[in-house]
């Protein structure tokens, strides 16, 4: 029976696939939830992630609650039915404030089917090394390698806009699942970050 955790005081900056890889290692997970401001779809600092089964749930809230993830301690705990679960309010601004362009933002509300999650990436990985791999198959609009905010170092994954979706489509294609940079990539198209529901047994495979 899945079990429902509240994720709490998460970084302002943190977005859905740094939430998913946070309980991954735990077992598979039934959905996954970002919380983000409608305004902006930045996230508001916590979210919702259920968990396959009670011992995953258990060993996350074990591990995670009260861990310090980019300085700010987790509220990590179950959502009891019919209780209505903690306050978010009560966790959601405690962190402290981004610097706006500091790294980016989660991935826009809006998709027009251009925009890439790369996942898996070499760390030693930049913008530029990726720019010139796609540009193999088409126009590469952007590249964003996402970056830790105090330390400058490469999180491992990136946000890429091609110029049309038949070049999406054909970075999808070509590249994931291929060794690229020494590393097999994960490359699939960004959706808005708002609640995601898995397959039976499917946790950390594609992503947002």
């Known amino acids: 029976m899945a079990v429902k955790l509240y994720v709490g005081n998460l970084p302002p900056m943190l977005c859905f696939p740094e ?17 983000t401001d409608p305004a902006t779809g930045l996230s508001r ?12 749930a258990q060993a996350a809230i ?3 609650n009260g861990k310090e993830v980019e300085g700010q301690a987790l509220t990590v705990n179950e959502v009891k039915p019919g209780r209505g679960g903690p306050s978010p309010i009560r966790d959601s601004g405690r962190g402290r404030p981004s610097p706006v362009g500091s790294r980016p933002p989660s991935p826009p509300r809006q998709s027009s089917g ?20 796609f540009a193999e198959v088409g126009t590469v609009s ?26 999406a489509d054909a970075i999808i294609e070509k590249f994931n699942g291929q060794e690229v940079l020494g590393r097999v990539l994960k490359v699939n198209a960004a959706r808005p970050p708002e609640r995601r529901r898995f397959g039976g047994g499917g946790g950390g495979g594609r992503r947002f």
């Open 19 to 35: 939430l998913e890889d946070l309980f991954t290692p735990f077992g598979s997970l039934q959905s996954a939830e970002l919380i």
């Open 45 to 56: 600092g916590f979210g919702f992630i259920e968990m396959e089964t009670e011992g995953a």
């Open 62 to 64: 074990s591990d995670l």
């Open 114 to 133: 251009t925009r890439l999650f790369v996942g898996n990436l070499p760390y030693s990985a930049g913008n530029t090394d990726l720019e010139k791999v």
């Open 142 to 167: 952007s590249v964003s390698v996402v970056t830790d905010r105090f330390s400058g170092q490469s999180k491992g994954f990136a946000f890429v806009e091609m110029g049309s979706k038949e070049e």
